[in-house]
């Protein structure tokens, strides 16, 4: 049987933008070769009343609302014990657009992990950045790239290829919006290869929050470095303390 690739959706209430975004994903994909999995994180809206019209879609749900990055753990989890071969994922809010899967399975294997990137090229439209956001991210990315010299832009996208082979690295414990500073920094110490390839900036809805965690930008800057830091603590490194400063 033919080793299929696996995308996994991770979705908290998205009814507003989930059946426009499925719809494009099957316009983009051959189905007999690639899974979709949606990993319900608790919503209460009518999101999984859509997904029941596409029965072609593997689903878990989780009772309770538990987080992001717990989301993208049960796709690890699937994708592992499944045997897939590659594993993408992608948000369901409409800004991961469906016709960037292709160039992210153009060059599988090319990369442990290849990773979408709004600000590998410049931006065409800079007024569709979230400054804060941005701010933010760039911060980050500066400080992971001094402690890893990974080449990266962007260090949030969750517009990701992973080879699935290189899951049993991670030992991902944040559940919310720190996850993908635990797999940068878990990939490098690991010695796993990187690769960042542009995907469109697009910001449908700049209102969007964090789910009331951490929506004072000062508060989520000091959860991201307090993860980075226990990151480090874990493998015992000890980076130069000009990076906290510096940043």
């Known amino acids: ?51 029941s019209n ?60 290849i990773s979408g990137s709004r600000y590998l090229i410049e931006s065409k439209e800079p007024e569709a950045i979230i400054r804060e956001r941005y701010n933010i991210n760039m911060k980050i990315t500066r400080i992971l790239m001094e402690i890893t010299e990974f080449n990266l832009t962007d260090s949030f996208c969750g517009m990701k290829l992973y080879t699935v082979d290189t899951l049993q690295n991670f030992n991902i414990s944040d559940y919310n919006y720190a996850m993908p500073l635990q797999v940068i920094i878990q990939a490098w110490h690991k010695g796993l290869t990187w690769k960042e390839i542009p995907v469109p900036l697009l910001y449908l809805d700049t209102h969007r929050n964090f789910n009331n965690l951490y929506e004072n930008s000062s508060a989520r800057y000091d959860y991201y470095i307090e993860t980075i830091k226990r990151e480090l603590e874990k493998i015992d490194y000890e980076p130069n303390s000009d990076i906290w400063s510096a940043s």
């Open 54 to 113: 596409f029965p072609e879609i593997k689903l878990i749900r989780n009772v309770k609302n538990h987080g992001y990055g717990f989301s993208i753990l049960r796709a690890f989890q699937y994708a592992q014990k499944r045997g897939f071969k590659y594993l993408l994922t992608m948000d369901a809010d409409g800004q991961h657009l469906p016709f960037c899967i292709k160039d992210f399975f153009d060059i599988a294997g090319s990369a442990d992990i």
């Open 1 to 51: 049987m033919m080793q299929k690739n696996l995308i996994a959706i991770p979705i908290y209430n998205e009814e507003k933008n989930l059946f426009k975004v499925i719809d494009a994903l099957f316009s983009q994909i051959n189905i007999k070769c690639t899974e979709i999995l949606a990993i319900d994180d608790g919503s209460s809206d009518n999101s999984l009343g859509i997904l």
